[in-house]
């Protein structure tokens, strides 16, 4: 896997780490290693599914397909294995979880594509600039 991959798979990792923290935090039930990886498990698996199915390693930074298939799946997945295992699926839930899993795990892409497009509109904009360098 390139690194850009890697890098990528670990930022929608990190997202779903820091959803879970977030979310045990708010509800007071500590944030242990263990209490995170117990609350975090779901929204996991949910997302490498995610990116086995669009095989995310080909465009990790896109917003789509990748980043639309690897968040969904990371929610229906994660809810469908917290249903099975009798956690908590509320609809307030649901809806609360696909928000903050939308910023976290589309939110980086979306910055990841304007620091792009901004470096590339830099070179563009000014050619006398991108040629004096040359």
Do not use: Y
Not at 30 to 50: D, E, I, K, Q, S
Not at 55 to 76: D, E, H, K, S
Not at 121 to 131: R, V
Request: with cysteine.
């Amino acid at each position: 896997m390139k690194r850009s991959s890697s890098l990528a798979a670990l930022a929608d990792v990190a997202g779903v780490l820091v959803f879970a923290a977030i979310g045990r935090r708010s509800h007071a039930e500590g944030l242990t290693v263990a209490g995170v990886a117990a609350t975090a498990w779901p929204f996991l698996v949910g997302t490498a599914v995610g990116w086995l199915l669009v095989r995310g390693w080909r465009r990790p930074a896109a917003i789509a397909p990748t980043g639309l298939v690897v968040w969904v799946c990371t929610v229906v997945i994660g809810m469908l294995a917290r249903r099975a295992t009798s956690a908590g699926v509320a609809v307030s839930f649901v809806i609360v979880a696909s928000v903050a899993t939308a910023v976290l795990l589309l939110g980086w892409r979306l910055l990841a594509a304007g620091i792009r497009r901004r470096g590339l509109n830099s070179g563009q904009s000014n050619p006398a600039a991108a040629q004096s360098t040359r």
